[in-house]
């Protein structure tokens, strides 16, 4: 059973625009919610994290927005470039939990 | 410097094999991780060891057994190998538990005939 649910499953915007992909989850004890990208022929990397305390969090072109009420965050990707073209995981974790639980991943493509 | 590696980063192999996957981190990290990931992309943890001890192990068939001779290499081997066997295994490590980064390897691409 999967404990972060993720859409869409694919998305293809122009350069320049605004990518959008969104998270829920269920388990109320998480608190701890990371975002990685993956590259084709490559591991997954950290790209920006956010805690429940927080609702908004934003890094260069990169923001999470967090609605602890409704259990949904979401990552939104400004003025999106070829270069972004890659999978987003979400995923969410216990503090003191070692298990990660991924999104089923998005493929994002920016077309030039 | 590579921080998570692994070998081989390819593997073909027929039906019915056994083989054996090796990973090793220089970041000092005390947890180490495996992950299947399927054609469709989604990333399935199958174990995790904290230092050397195994805390976590999922659902995963026990042709699967992990190994982690020291905090440092975590090798995975696999027995009797199936063709749904086929996926990129990437080994991960991490400081401590949930609440931290996760750093991959490059992943090996396992492919059985």
């Known amino acids: 059973q999967q404990q972060v649910k993720q859409s869409p499953q694919s998305l293809i915007v122009q350069k320049g625009g605004i990518s959008i992909i969104n998270c829920a989850y269920e388990n109320t004890a998480f608190d701890y919610f990371p975002w990685y990208q993956q590259f084709p022929g490559k591991g997954p990397a950290l790209l920006i994290t956010i805690r429940p305390d927080v609702s908004e969090k934003k890094e260069g072109r990169f923001t999470i927005s967090f609605n602890k009420s409704a259990k949904q965050f979401s990552l939104h990707i400004m003025d999106s470039q070829p270069g972004d073209s890659a999978t987003y995981f979400c995923?969410?974790?216990?503090?003191?939990?070692?298990?990660?639980?991924f999104g089923a991943g998005t493929t994002v493509t920016v077309r030039a | 410097d590579t921080a998570v590696s692994q070998t081989p980063k390819y593997l073909v192999t027929q039906m019915g094999n056994d083989k054996s996957i090796k990973c090793e981190q220089n970041?000092?990290?005390?947890?180490m991780y495996w992950y299947k990931q399927d054609s469709k992309k989604f990333l399935k943890i199958m174990f995790s060891y904290n230092n050397k001890e195994l805390i976590i192990n999922e659902t995963v068939p026990n042709r699967f057994s992990p190994k982690s001779p020291d905090k440092a290499h975590l090798n995975l081997h696999i027995n009797s190998l199936e063709l749904g066997d086929s996926a990129v295994y990437f080994c991960?490590?991490?400081?401590?538990?949930?609440?931290?980064?996760?750093?991959f390897g490059p992943g090996t691409r396992l492919l059985v005939l």
């Open positions: 970041l000092g990290h005390d947890t």
């Open positions: 991960a490590s991490s400081s401590a538990g949930g609440a931290e980064t996760q750093y």
């Open positions: 995923a969410a974790s216990m503090r003191n939990d070692y298990k990660l639980s």
